[in-house]
C-alpha cells in the first residue's frame, strides 16, 4: 500500500545552519504531498503543500519539490530560527480515497541558538 | 483562517469509564472529520472517517464499539473512549476538512488522554 518514509530524528542544528529533511513515498500515481509542522503539545499545522508533479510548495521560509522521478519531497530551509523547533511530517493523500492523509513517522527538529 | 476546536485539550479518567472528546470546526462546515491517534514520538495513525449524518468508517484494527464517532452536524464530531483502559492513553488529535475546498484540512489541538 500507500506509504511516506521521512529521515529519522531528532535532528539537532545550530541557528542559521541549512535544514533537509528528507521525505520519499511509494504510491502508484501521483498523489499530493505534505508537509505538516507540530509544535510540543498541539496539533499539526499545514507548512506546505504540493498537488502535482515539478510543483514547489514554500511557506516561511520552507521549500518543498514535488520530484515524480525520485518519489521524493524533500523539506528545505535555508536559515533555521529556534523557532523553528518541533517535529516535521511528511504526508500523501488522494482524493478518490476520500481525503485521509497518510503519515511519515514525522522528523524532530531541534535548533539551538 | 480556518480553525478547528478539540476540547477537553487534557483529560485523566479511571479505568472503565468512558471519556467523550469534541472536535468543532468554528468557521466553516466540515462534512469530513478525521481521527487520529498518535502515540509519543510517533506518527498518527487515522482511526476513523467520519462523514456528517451517516456512520464512521473506521480503519483495519479499529474497534469501532470502543472507539465511538458521531458527526451529527456539519461543525461537530465526537469521539467517545468507551470503558478505557491504560493501553487507550494516547494523544488523539481530529481533523476537519473544509467544503468543498480539497486539500483544506485543519487540525485540532489535541487532547492528551490519560486513563489511570
Known amino acids: 500500500g500507500d506509504s511516506v518514509t521521512q529521515m529519522e530524528g531528532p535532528v539537532t542544528l545550530s541557528e542559521e545552519a541549512f535544514l533537509t529533511i528528507n521525505c520519499t513515498y511509494t504510491?502508484?500515481?501521483?498523489?499530493?504531498l505534505f508537509w505538516y509542522v507540530q509544535y510540543p503539545g498541539e496539533g499539526l499545522q499545514l507548512l506546505l503543500k504540493?498537488?502535482?508533479?515539478?510543483d514547489k510548495g514554500s511557506n516561511k521560509g520552507f521549500e518543498a519539490t514535488y520530484r515524480k522521478e525520485t518519489t521524493s519531497f524533500h523539506l528545505e530551509k535555508g536559515s533555521v530560527q529556534v523557532s523553528d523547533s518541533a517535529v516535521y511530517f511528511c504526508?500523501?493523500?488522494?482524493?478518490?480515497?476520500?481525503?485521509?492523509?497518510?503519515f511519515g513517522q514525522g522528523t524532530e527538529l531541534s535548533v539551538k541558538p | 483562517g480556518a480553525v478547528v476546536s478539540q476540547h477537553p485539550s487534557r483529560v485523566i479518567c479511571k479505568s472503565g469509564t468512558s471519556v467523550k472528546i469534541e472536535c468543532r470546526s468554528l468557521?466553516?462546515?466540515?462534512?469530513?472529520m478525521f481521527w487520529y491517534r498518535q502515540f509519543p514520538k510517533q506518527s498518527l495513525m487515522l482511526m476513523a472517517t467520519?462523514?456528517?449524518?451517516?456512520?464512521?468508517?473506521?480503519e483495519q484494527g479499529v474497534e469501532k464499539d470502543k472507539f465511538l464517532i458521531n458527526h451529527a452536524s456539519l461543525t461537530l464530531s465526537t469521539l467517545t473512549v468507551t470503558s478505557a483502559h491504560p493501553e487507550d492513553s494516547s494523544f488523539y488529535i481530529c481533523?476537519?476538512?473544509?467544503?468543498?475546498?480539497?486539500?483544506?484540512?485543519?487540525f485540532g489541538s489535541g487532547t492528551r488522554l490519560t486513563v489511570v
Open positions: 481533523s476537519a476538512r473544509e467544503t468543498p475546498t480539497y486539500y483544506g484540512y485543519t
Open positions: 504510491a502508484t500515481g501521483y498523489p499530493s
Open positions: 504540493a498537488t502535482k508533479a515539478d
Open positions: 504526508a500523501l493523500s488522494w482524493v478518490n480515497q476520500g481525503g485521509k492523509l497518510i
Open positions: 468557521d466553516f462546515q466540515a462534512t469530513t
Open positions: 467520519s462523514n456528517e449524518g451517516s456512520k464512521a468508517t473506521y
